[in-house]
């Protein structure tokens, strides 16, 4: 979908991804890895900006970046009062943008299923750029099996045969989910390869 397509399922508030809350399996991550280095972090199609403020309270420096103008204003104004100083917001396309800076870590979460299963080896291409070397990849993935999206569904087979060539697998796993996707949700944590 285009930029204008999302944009206006922002201003007539088509939103059915908009949980109010991050993602769980994300939450509990973090919660379980408190040795992690606190580096920056890069969140693609961040929408209202959840799972940034989740990374930017675990202590991350936190960017998030959305194509719709609206999702941005929303993360702007769902972040003010909140005292976060590491949660940043821009607008920005991750498949097409030179990013502007590289990231020790890129959060997944219900991007790759949005975007035209066409372009999903331009999302595999990005995630490497966008990313250092030795740069992690933390992945929320919908195995769902829909053909007509978004969201468009995968399976595990296919995300490991589109990140493997550029990332070496660590775990996955299947997290805790919202409750209308129990089951139907798997995590992966890749590092990018040198
Ligand atoms: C299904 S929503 C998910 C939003 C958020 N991750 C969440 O789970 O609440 C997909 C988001 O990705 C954004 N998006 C789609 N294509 C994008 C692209 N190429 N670059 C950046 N953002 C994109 C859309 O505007 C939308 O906010």
Redesign the pocket.
Known sequence: MSANV?EERYQTGDMP???GEA?PGLVDFLAAHPELARGTVCV?????G??VRAWATAGFDAHG????PS?IRLCREKTSGTGLKNAHYNL????DDKPPQQFDWLSE???FC??DPGRRDDYARAASRWLKPNGQLLAVHYLIPDTEG??FGTTREEVIQRFSPTFELKEDWVPRSYQNRVGLERMFWWTKKL
Not at 65 to 68: H, K, N, R, T, V
Not at 92 to 95: I, M, P, S, W, Y
């Open positions: 999302w991804w908009e949980k993602s693609p199609g961040c929408g209202s959840h799972d970046f959305d194509l719709a999702a920005g396309n991750f498949l979460h219900t991007l949005a975007i978004p969201p």
